[in-house]
């Protein structure tokens, strides 16, 4: 499983905040690991000029072995809580995919 991680140039990403996010989501998505080929990040400050309201933006991609891509998006006050909210969702995407996958071979 490939993760990248992007981010615009408002927010402050250095190589030990990459780092972070990378052991993170690996240890979050583990348990789909072999069912994921990509997982992109991408962090953006959607208003820069201002540091008020839920103006993080955290996108995340997934990339399911033979399944079109999932994406999510969730925005809060900071980059860590946007990502934890982005991450949340992701799993539950993750989860609602491969349980309909699995409960249609049961059938």
Known sequence: MLVQINSDNNINA???FIADIE??????????????TRVEVHLRDVNAASNVGDDKQCTIEVRPNGLGPLTVTDAAGTVPQALAGATSKVLVALERTFGKLTSRKGH
């Not at 052991?23 to 994921?36: G, I, K």
């Open 14 to 16: 250095g190589e030990g």
């Open 23 to 36: 052991a993170n989501l690996r240890e979050r998505l583990s348990r789909y690991e072999d069912r994921l």
